[in-house]
């Protein structure tokens, strides 16, 4: 399955919703890479979180100067 | 008898094969670049690849540490600042898959002996190393790595092999896969990751091996003359690499 018309930022957060906090990323065909791991949610837990995974993250970089929705982004400086 | 005249100004009558009694060493000093007009001899008038690396010094081709033809990913942009100790390490920690970038590394490994020493970081990303096989990047018509749009990066190219080393704190392996062209295969998966180790990539005799400080894994065991283009894998946030050193290693 693709992935390909969500941000990169936005899966690691769908992946942090299903309880995996591990790296996780996109191949160049839009399939996930979850590397070594075998036990990592399924394409369809993902998608089933993505959308609040997007609310997270346009929520986040909303409220930033540089529109920086990735979780555990470092504070902006002033 | 009667004489016939031959018209030389007519130029079918003078074709350019019938005269190889011209020659460089007989024309020294007559052409010059002053009698050349400006602009005269263009780009344009020289066909793509007529300039071949081979044709090129072999310093310009060497492998260096020094990194080149960066691509943004993930939102990075100019505004963030990828590079530090002293421009040796890429850097991004924008959060988890965060804006990042990747670099190539300038020139190439060659065919014969090389030697590439580089701290991976620790951090979430995978932080690492690719070398692809010369002509499995994207490249434009002219043979220029391809800038704009998605870039140069080809992950698996069909046909071209490429070597993938990689470490990160979250799945806390050591890890490096070895595509042939068609397959991939893992090589090395172990943990834990290392944490501010020096790893090595380096080929002699043919033998392609890495060292992550922990052990030696052996990527082509023999036989290998790939020319390698070298690039970070520094596209996800969080991650780093440092270059430590990159040549090819033409003494003993």
Redesign the interface.
């Known amino acids: 399955m693709s992935f390909d018309k969500y941000?990169?930022?936005v899966?690691?957060?769908a992946a942090?919703l299903n309880g995996y906090?591990?790296?996780v990323?996109k191949?160049?065909?839009g399939t996930l890479n979850w590397?070594?791991?075998t036990a990592h949610p399924t394409d369809q837990e993902m998608l089933d979180k993505i959308s609040a995974a997007q609310s997270a993250y346009d929520s986040q970089a909303a409220g930033r100067k540089?529109?920086?929705g990735?979780?555990?982004?470092?504070d902006e400086e002033e | 008898m009667a004489l016939t005249r031959v018209n030389y100004s007519r130029q079918g009558n003078f074709p350019i094969d019938k005269l190889p009694s011209i020659t460089n060493d007989k024309l020294s000093g007559s052409i010059s670049t002053a009698k050349l007009a400006d602009n005269s001899v263009t780009t344009a008038k020289i066909a793509d690849n007529a300039v071949t690396n081979n044709k090129t010094s072999t310093g310009e081709n060497s492998l260096k540490p020094v990194w080149i033809n960066l691509n943004y990913?993930?939102?990075g942009n100019s505004?963030h600042t990828f590079m530090d100790q002293y421009c040796t390490r890429i850097i991004s920690?924008?959060?988890?898959?965060?804006?990042a970038m990747r670099g190539m590394l300038e020139g190439s490994t060659g065919t014969g002996r090389f030697m590439i020493k580089y701290i991976p970081g620790y951090m979430?990303?995978?932080s690492g190393i690719y070398m692809t096989e010369r002509g499995g990047l994207n490249v434009d018509s002219n043979g220029d790595f391809v800038m704009s749009g998605s870039g140069w990066?080809?992950?698996?190219p069909t046909g071209k092999k490429q070597i993938w080393t990689?470490n990160?704190s979250?799945?806390n392996?050591r890890?490096c896969q070895y595509w042939n062209g068609s397959t991939n295969t893992?090589l090395l998966?172990s943990g834990s990751g290392t944490n501010g180790a020096t790893w090595y990539i380096w080929r002699d005799s043919g033998v392609l091996r890495l060292s992550d400080s922990v052990g030696t894994t052996t990527i082509i065991a023999s036989g290998d003359t790939t020319d390698w283009i070298c690039s970070s894998s520094t596209?996800?946030?969080?991650s780093s690499l440092q270059i430590l050193q990159a040549e090819r290693i033409t003494g003993t």
Do not use: M
């Open positions: 941000n990169d930022a899966i690691a957060r942090v906090n591990k790296c990323f191949n160049q065909d590397g070594p791991e540089d529109s920086n990735a979780l555990s982004a470092p | 990913n993930a939102g505004s920690n924008n959060g988890n898959s965060g804006p979430w990303g995978w990066w080809a992950q698996h990689g990160n979250s799945n392996v890890y893992t998966n596209e996800q946030s969080t």
